[in-house]
């Protein structure tokens, strides 16, 4: 009896074949193509790197031996080897869930991600095991992968064809392409007659899809009373788009803005810098050598400070009047309007009103006449304050009447 045959036979009652006890892992790491291909859809279809681990059904506390060292007539190695059926092992999770049965000598699969794959009389359908395109002739933890191996299990009765797509991994952006459906064991033979999307293989296996959006596009081949092919996806750009790993000019590569470039001055604490830059304070609502008469002068002094790296700390005034050659100030602490012998810019010194870059001070009275030099100077948490100076931004000079 031919060994396909065979295994097609014990393959419904039970596709794995192991011993019932955890096993540790010894041998090297395998990446393997995985697919699992239902009834009507594709159940799953990844790479998984997976080295020798127990299997364990999903919900099922229970856990076996799947290492290929069984010794009850399917063992294929004396030591323990990464094997076929530890790939659905380590995709099982929230995109694989498989229930079945346990037997003495293997498992057998009842449902995968919610279908049934169990074992049909009717049809002598089962969820059956291939390896690199060709039919198994040993259970899924008996069978040895390594790295580049496929492991496909389809819900066939074992006579059925698999399909195999192949074709360009990139193309041009309304372009179309050719791909080409074999057979998925024998990739030399042509399959014609596939359908992949709404267009038909022709009798050498040659199939044009497209013309084909910006991005990814993934396609499958069917047939009737075949396995349903690998997928293939073509990803269209014109290299520099964003799509399939390129880069859009003014972006990062995962396609966010690219950040402004950062401009400094080199001492104003931007882009790394340190900085030695004072804050640059502005008075508002006053004009320079603005008259008025008394009682009508502004009470309430305000103004701005620009953005500083280093974050402001403090702003100060600093109100001067000269009445003819007599001189006195405005005392932030007493609130009132005190004589002095030193005027100008060597006079009285600043009082704080406080951190905001929006700044106002309410005086409490009316200005007496004479004339006045308003001075507002910032301080930044590097230390670095402002100087006065410049007249109608941190400099005003008005008149009372």
Same mark, same amino acid.
């Given at each position: 009896?031919?060994?396909?045959?065979?295994?097609?036979?014990?393959?419904?009652? %039970?596709?794995? !074949?192991?011993?019932?006890?955890?096993? @540790?892992?010894?041998? =090297?790491?395998?990446?393997?193509? /995985?697919?699992?291909?239902?009834?009507?859809?594709?159940?799953?279809?990844?790479?998984?790197?997976?080295?020798?681990?127990?299997?364990?059904?999903?919900?099922?506390?229970?856990?076996?031996?799947c290492d290929g060292t069984f010794a009850g007539g399917e063992g294929s190695s004396p030591t323990p080897v990464t094997v076929r059926n530890n790939a659905i092992s380590a995709a099982a999770?929230?995109?694989?869930?498989?229930?079945?049965?346990?037997?003495?000598?293997? %498992?057998?699969? !009842?449902?995968?991600?919610?279908?049934? @794959?169990?074992?049909? =009389?009717?049809?002598?359908?089962? /969820?059956?095991?291939?390896?690199?395109?060709?039919?198994?002739?040993?259970?899924?933890?008996?069978?040895?992968v390594v790295t580049g191996d496929s492991a496909l299990y389809a819900y066939a009765d074992g006579t059925e064809t698999l399909l195999g797509l192949s074709g360009p991994a990139t193309a041009r952006p309304g372009a179309s392409v050719t791909l080409t459906v074999s057979d998925l064991g024998a990739p030399a033979t042509r399959i014609p007659g596939a359908s992949v999307g709404t267009a038909v293989s022709s009798s050498g296996g040659a199939v044009t899809v497209g013309p084909l959006a910006a991005g990814p596009t993934t396609f499958k081949a069917t047939k009737p009373g075949t396995i349903r092919s690998n997928a293939v996806t073509v990803c269209a750009t014109d290299g520099a788009d964003g799509f399939c790993g390129t880069t859009k000019p003014g972006t990062t590569p995962s396609g966010v803005p690219a950040p402004a470039p950062c401009l400094s001055t080199g001492r104003d604490g931007l882009c790394g810098s340190p900085d030695s830059t004072p804050p640059s304070a502005t008075i508002r609502g006053l004009r320079e050598q603005a008259r008025f008469r008394r009682g009508n002068a502004p009470r309430t002094l305000n103004g701005t400070v620009?953005?500083?790296?280093?974050?402001?700390?403090?702003?100060?005034?600093?109100?001067?009047?000269?009445?003819?050659?007599?001189?006195?100030?405005?005392?932030?602490?007493?609130?009132?309007?005190?004589?002095?012998?030193?005027?100008?810019?060597?006079?009285?010194?600043?009082?704080s009103i406080g951190s905001k870059p929006d700044w106002s001070y309410l005086l409490p009275a009316d200005l007496p006449r004479g004339r006045y030099v308003l001075d507002v100077q910032a301080v930044d948490r590097a230390g670095n304050s402002s100087t006065p100076g410049v007249r109608g931004r941190d400099r005003i000079v008005f008149h009372v009447r």
């Open positions: 009896m031919p060994t396909q045959t065979l295994w097609r036979r014990i393959a419904p009652v %039970a596709t794995l !074949a192991v011993l019932a006890v955890p096993s @540790v892992s010894y041998a =090297a790491p395998a990446t393997v193509d /995985l697919r699992i291909e239902g009834p009507t859809t594709t159940l799953y279809e990844g790479r998984i790197t997976t080295d020798v681990r127990p299997f364990q059904f999903t919900g099922d506390p229970v856990t076996h031996q999770g929230p995109a694989l869930a498989f229930t079945g049965t346990w037997f003495s000598f293997g %498992a057998s699969f !009842a449902r995968i991600n919610g279908v049934n @794959v169990g074992f049909d =009389a009717a049809s002598g359908k089962f /969820l059956g095991e291939y390896k690199n395109g060709k039919f198994a002739s040993v259970g899924g933890c008996a069978d040895p620009q953005t500083d790296a280093s974050g402001l700390t403090d702003v100060r005034l600093r109100l001067t009047r000269t009445v003819g050659p007599r001189c006195s100030y405005y005392s932030g602490r007493a609130e009132r309007i005190l004589r002095t012998r030193t005027c100008g810019a060597r006079g009285p010194r600043f009082f």
